[in-house]
């Protein structure tokens, strides 16, 4: 389609107007993260003595960040943010009775588009949620980690109350891609493998600035 002058001023103008009447607003926010299902580990190296797939234990993990709300029309805002998270599984090797951890520093940014059910009191929103692993190849006795993928992708949905500056949220993570990764010992070659990027609930409080 030709862009004609008028076609031009007129989109632009539309812009204007929905910047004009967006409302931004910032606000800090932590949250206590719950995993929802059991990480899967397998033995996948066949010299060892035995050979097994189980499931291994899951920690309560944190994040904290900011996040910008922004208001557009008829309840409609989107609301991207940055968290800096943590949580961590945990496997004992039947094996070498080794515990490792599959540790997961991430910087986590979702993009989330909601509604304003009830005003600022009350919101919905959804969108996904690209993740950068910050910790990798870590050292477990004779395992060394190998992480394949730096670069992971989820999504989000939730809910949040507004009470004054106060804000109180919950929300579910559920993954897209997986986050797989290799322990590897040096010494009798066994490999480990942890291939999962686990569902969790995310119970958060919130200021607004």
Not at 19 to 42: C, E, G, M, N, Y
Not at 176 to 200: A, C, L, V
Request: aromatic residues 12%.
């Amino acid at each position: 389609m030709k862009m004609t002058p008028l076609k031009i001023l007129t989109a632009a103008l539309v812009c204007t107007s929905v910047a004009a009447t967006a409302q931004v607003s910032v606000s800090a926010k932590a949250h206590l993260l719950f995993p929802t299902d059991s990480p899967s580990w397998q033995n996948v190296t066949t010299v060892a003595e035995q050979a097994y797939e189980t499931s291994g234990k899951s920690n309560v993990g944190f994040n904290a960040g900011l996040s910008v709300k922004i208001n557009l029309i008829s309840g409609l805002f989107v609301m991207p943010e940055l968290y800096y998270t943590t949580f961590k599984n945990e496997l004992t090797d039947p094996i070498s009775k080794t515990t490792v951890e599959a540790k997961s520093n991430r910087a986590d940014l979702p993009v989330l588009v909601g509604f304003n059910v009830l005003g600022e009191s009350l919101g919905i929103y959804a969108g996904p949620v690209a993740s950068y692993n910050l910790s990798t190849d870590n050292q477990y006795d004779d395992f060394v980690e190998n992480a394949r993928n730096e670069f992971t992708v989820g999504y989000q949905l939730g809910v949040q109350f507004k009470i004054q500056k106060l804000i109180f949220s919950g929300r579910y993570e559920g993954s897209i891609s997986e986050d797989q990764r290799e322990f590897i010992n040096e010494t009798t070659n066994q490999t480990i493998r942890y291939d999962n990027r686990p569902g969790m609930f995310l119970a958060g409080i919130g200021y607004q600035f």
